[in-house]
């Protein structure tokens, strides 16, 4: 299910969003029958095309700074349902200090696949708070989803494969922005 989300006003609200799973069904198998005998051939089957699976790469998206626990990291903001469906399809690289996060409005259990995309990834699954509760890799190609263990994921940062390790970064630490916790940046309570 995807919803929409975007900027309002000076700080970026989050309206809803939800993280990326498998966008469509593959199409059902042609049929094989052969034509009778003196009948005319069939034509050739059509291929369909998803119009609902993005064909191309987005361009880079708005960003903003991060601390991934101590190290600090830009990621780009998937925030609309067609950005954060294409995610990093189609592209050829991830800087190695760079990501890519997922918001969403409200905590549930979240499924990533990586259909179209290239580049090997690690993703983390965080809670409201902005704790890390699972870090997964993912492999180019793989249609497989990676389910989330929770079902109180709110928010998912994908990185460069092993970039969590690589850094020192784990289950339980703290993913903040710049401009303050997570829930402050997106969701701020208004008075």
């Not at 042609?30 to 699976?53: E, M």
């Not at 800087?95 to 179209?116: C, H, I, R, T, V």
């Not at 989330?148 to 339980?172: C, D, I, R």
Request: charged letters at 15%; one cysteine or more.
């Amino acid at each position: 299910m995807k919803r929409i989300c975007g900027w309002i006003g000076g700080g970026l609200t989050v309206l809803a969003l939800a993280g990326c799973q498998p966008a469509a069904t593959p199409p059902p198998p042609a049929a094989t029958n052969a034509p009778a005998p003196g009948a005319a051939a069939p034509a050739p089957p059509v291929a369909v095309v998803d119009p609902r699976i993005p064909t191309q790469a987005q361009g880079r998206l708005q960003t903003l700074k991060l601390w991934v626990g101590p190290k600090p990291m830009v990621a780009e903001l998937a925030l609309t349902p067609l950005q954060q469906q294409t995610g990093m399809m189609f592209r050829t690289n991830m800087d190695e200090n760079e990501g890519m996060l997922f918001p969403s409005a409200y905590p549930e259990q979240k499924s990533f696949w990586m259909m179209n995309t290239r580049v090997p990834l690690s993703l983390a699954y965080i809670d409201p708070n902005g704790a890390i509760l699972e870090i997964h890799d993912l492999q180019p190609f793989d249609t497989n989803s990676v389910p989330s263990a929770s079902a109180n994921v709110q928010y998912v940062l994908e990185t460069p494969q092993g970039w969590f390790q690589k850094n020192g970064v784990g289950p339980g630490m703290v993913v903040s922005s710049e401009h303050g916790p997570f829930a402050k940046v997106f969701f701020p309570i208004k008075r």
